[in-house]
């Protein structure tokens, strides 16, 4: 019962930080200067007032910002996340369009950089000084610190240009459709590559970092002492006492590095021509598209609160005194 | 004549061409959206009424086969060229023509509107002839025929025509049909078999990437992953190093139709830059040269009036020059009353930059330090697309920068952006955003549309250029060069006035 409250308790809290979201975001986007209708006038190769006041009204951007406000919040409880400006198609639609590409990206770049990151700091973890510790600290600093979009280019400059082996840009190839499911698959497997890793090199450098440190301080426990002492073999003190308990700071690490993860993608999705929504978020806010920006940032939110739900859990799973420290 | 059918015997047919577009369209129909990219795109999609040839701008046959202008210049009788089908199987007619001009361009378009404010009536006396009867003789309007014509039978019963579902079905007449849009990845447009031009076009499809990163763009043309680079494509920095790849080559024209000029806009409205004198030390504090050689790598020509020089009616002989001398320019703002104050300043503007990329940061850089080298501090303000067009169309900057399409006709592309504007111009677009007036301008400007013996047009001009040359409402930094590379077995690529903004029809892809 105490958990179930404690759970929908986490989830209120969650529904009322996207509400705060939607409405800030709401009103933040038309604090921006630059106007919607003057902008699609000026595209139509510009005109007088009373074009743009068309334009406005069409857009409903004549009403008052609360009416406004209202009639959006109203619309997004139904799921009706309303049109493009640009675009005139429901934005929705335009949103899942680009979603899949995003999530393939970011959801692979994670998985690289929880397996990679926490393999290598455990690597260090087990012998700190050696050689392998330096090595793995030395390429995890490298890549923490070069910027992203830079590592992007350097890879494409060897693997696609230099040596030939991957494609420079995009997800897919325009003639792939053509040929068949399989070597559909294969063309964006190898469109992958560059990006996943660019993306996910940072983030394993983060962890590698996270849990080197996080092993072996809990490796300096007394319980691990003990554990020792009693004989037990260093195979199940590691996986039982040790790995277990640094798991609580790395798993805080991954829900943080998630978030940043949507952030990270706009570069990669810039520099590698990854059809996803960061660069399409990037695209709406330049063009004042606000019903698109709003759902984007609705969905990212979305996004980032339910993975720190996921992180939630995890702790609780993982250490039941959290639960405890809770009740008290 | 012989040379032009044994051509066309050896046409290379076949091959699919890779392009570039960027940033994505937001439309593939050029009436729904007019800027650089969905035209681009557009016109393999969409036909015009008339194309433009590269001398003169002369316009040449496409949809309208021939056409009549009336001695009194109002009348302009187009004959329609015979079995054309959209897209979709239907016939072509007089119909879709009125439709478009009359209705659909209006509705959607400003520049549109304005021509259809132009137009008394359009009459289809029968499906292969369209009789457009205009209200006052305007020799501008044989040139404002590059507009799509789309299929008036996707909107009977259409009334709200911005937001029509068939405005996304992309129903043309031209040498392309659309096959796939994958948003944010390409654009794939193959040949359509019933084209008119029997055996056109020569590709079998067009491929337009889309690929955000100026960087990443040289590395597709230089991987051979597109065989087209156009203006914008990459930095002017790194065009050189391209097209001394092998097998690239390089061409400046395509452009005659769109006449690009680089801008300095002066906001007259602001009180230091209603005084000609401050305008005129303006222009020469600016190093022209330094701009068109070292910011933009020596892709510009010089220019001293608001016409380019593409233009049949550029006249440089009326206009008066400001060289670049920094002295002569403090000078005048001595004489203008803005002494060198205490600190080295004279007085402070501030400058909104264009925010389209690297060289116009750089621009923006260098006037700030142009600028302040005579004693004018300039502070960067800076803004994104949005923030600049609002601070632009309000009067709300003292010094912008810009680059506009000036057309090959006054009337089109120069008019608008000197003609005095009526009271406040807050809150609208409406294009002479320097706040500039003078009356015998906007009374020359007027005779000019309406003038039908070209001889005393061009002398209306030359005045109008004499005047603004003189009274520099803004700065012309530089007469546009936009270089096109492009994989030299990439043939026909340019033909006409257009550039590569016109249908690829010819395109041929050799070996």
Partial sequence: MNALAAALARLGKAALTLLAVVILSFVLIRLAPGDPALLLAGDSGAGDAAFVEEIRRDLGLDRGLDVQLISYL??????????????????????????????????????????????????????????????????????????????????????????????????????????????????????????????????????????????????????????????????????????????????????????????????????????????????????????????????????????????????????????????? | MIASLSGVAHAQHGGTLNLIVQPEPISLNPGVNRLGPATFVGYKIYDSLLGYAQKDVAPIPRLAQSWVISPDGLTYTFKLRPNVVWHDGKPFTSKDVAFSLGDFLPALHARSRELREEIARIETPDAATVRVVLKVPSPAFIRSLNVPIVPAHKYV?????????????????????????????????????????????????????????????????????????????????????????????????????LQPIGYVHLNNRTPQLANLKVRQAITHAIDRDFIINTIFSGFGKP?????????????????????????????????????????????????????????????????????????????????????????????????????????PDPAIGISYAYKTVKGDNAGTTGGNVNGYSNAEVDALLDQGAHQQDPAKRKQIYAKVQQIISREVPLVWTHDIV??????????????????????????????
Wanted: charged share 20%; proline share 4%; hydrophobic share 50%.
């Fill in chain 1, 74 to 328: 109203t619309s997004v409880a139904r799921l009706d996340f309303g049109v493009s400006y640009r675009e005139k198609r429901p934005v929705a639609e335009m949103v899942l369009e680009r979603v899949p590409a995003t999530l393939l990206l970011t959801a692979s770049a994670l998985v690289f950089a929880i397996v990679a990151g926490i393999g290598l700091g455990a690597c260090a973890a087990r012998r700190p000084g050696s050689l392998l510790d330096g090595a793995i600290t030395v390429v995890s600093v490298t890549f923490f610190a070069m910027p992203m979009f830079w590592v992007g280019l350097m890879f494409i400059i060897v693997f696609a240009v230099q040596l030939g082996w991957l494609p420079s840009y995009g997800m897919v190839d325009a003639t792939s459709g053509q040929q068949g499911r399989g070597s559909a698959l294969v063309d964006v497997l190898r469109h992958m590559v560059l990006p996943v890793l660019t993306l996910g090199l940072y983030y394993m450098s983060v962890l590698a970092r996270v849990s080197r440190t996080a092993l072996l301080q809990v490796a300096g426990a007394d319980f691990i002492r003990t554990a020792k002492a009693k004989g037990l073999s260093p195979r199940l003190i590691w996986r039982h006492h040790l790995f277990r308990n640094a798991l609580a700071p790395i798993i805080t690490v991954v829900a943080l590095q998630a978030a940043q993860l949507v952030g990270g993608s706009v570069l990669v999705e810039t520099v590698f021509a990854w059809p996803g929504i960061g660069r399409f978020a990037f695209e709406a806010l330049m063009t004042r598209d606000y019903n698109v920006l709003l759902a984007v940032f609705i969905l990212t939110s979305f996004g980032v609160i339910v993975v720190n739900l996921l992180a939630d859990t995890a702790y609780h799973l993982i250490d039941p005194r959290i639960d405890q420290a809770a009740a008290t």
């Fill in chain 2, 157 to 257: 019963g259409v009334t709200d025509f911005r937001n029509a579902p068939a405005n996304s079905e992309f129903v043309g007449t031209g040498p392309f049909k659309l096959a796939e849009w994958k948003k944010g990845s390409f654009i794939r447009l193959v040949r359509n078999e019933n084209y008119w031009d029997k055996g056109k076009p020569y590709l079998d499809a067009v491929v337009f990437q889309i690929i955000p990163d100026a960087n990443s763009r040289a590395i597709a043309f230089e991987t051979g992953k597109v065989d087209v680079l156009r203006a914008g494509d990459v930095e002017n920095f790194d065009i050189k190093r391209l097209a001394a790849l092998p097998g690239v080559s390089i061409r400046e024209d395509g452009w005659e139709y």
């Fill in chain 2, 303 to 407: 220019i001293n009036g608001p016409i380019s020089r593409l233009s049949a009616y550029k006249d440089a002989s009326v206009e008066t020059r400001y060289p670049y001398d920094p002295q002569r320019a403090a000078k005048l703002l001595d004489e203008a009353g803005y002494p060198v104050g205490a600190n080295g300043v004279r007085f402070e503007l501030r400058l909104v930059p264009l925010p389209y990329g690297e060289l116009w940061s750089r621009q923006a850089e260098y006037l700030r330090e142009a600028l302040g080298a005579v004693g004018i501090k300039v502070n960067l303000v800076s803004t994104d697309v949005a923030g600049w067009f609002k601070r632009l169309v309000s009067f709300d900057y003292d010094i912008a920068q810009n680059f506009v399409y000036t057309t």
């Fill in chain 2, 482 to 511: 936009f270089p096109t590379l492009y994989r030299s077995k990439v043939k026909n690529l340019i033909t006409t006035a257009l550039g590569t903004d016109d249908n690829f029809a010819t395109v041929e892809l050799g070996q």
